[in-house]
Nanobody, 125 residues
Framework: QVQLVESGGGLVQAGGSLRLSCAASGRTITAYSMGWFRHAPGKEREFVGAISWRDSRRTYYADSVKGRFTISRDNAKNTVYLQMNSLKLEDTAVYCC?????????????????WGQGTQVTVSS
């Protein structure tokens, strides 16, 4: 079973940037699409974006983050990244990464599991 550990969260002013990392262990993620989600207090978990297993240029984003967030992966390090720029107050949340349920599959937001514990991102004014 894969274990995921997120890092890189913190407190940042609006307009700033953060880079989150998601390190996987226990299984290589090369054959798996990977996703990022966030959970803000009082809200349901929200899909942030995903990156395909087959081509790192195939990325998908929620409208709320499109143009500001970028997902990348380094299969040699078994790690996925989330670069967040132009952060807004409403980006405040716990950010988690997840592995797609099936290998060799393009990402579908409802088909992710094996969640990490998450890392807190707080954007201040």
């Amino acid at each position: 079973q894969v274990q995921l550990v997120e890092s890189g969260g913190g407190l940042v002013q609006a307009g700033g940037s953060l880079r989150l990392s998601c390190a996987a262990s226990g299984r290589t993620i090369t054959a798996y699409s990977m996703g990022w989600f966030r959970h803000a207090p009082g809200k349901e978990r929200e899909f942030v974006g995903a990156i395909s297993w087959r081509d790192s240029r195939r990325t998908y984003y929620a409208d709320s983050v499109k143009g500001r967030f970028t997902i990348s992966r380094d299969n040699a390090k078994n790690t996925v990244y989330l670069q967040m720029n132009s952060l807004k107050l409403e980006d405040t949340a716990v950010y988690c990464c997840a592995v797609h349920r099936f290998p060799y599959s393009d990402p579908v937001a409802s088909m992710f599991d094996s969640w990490g514990q998450g890392t807190q991102v707080t954007v201040s004014s």
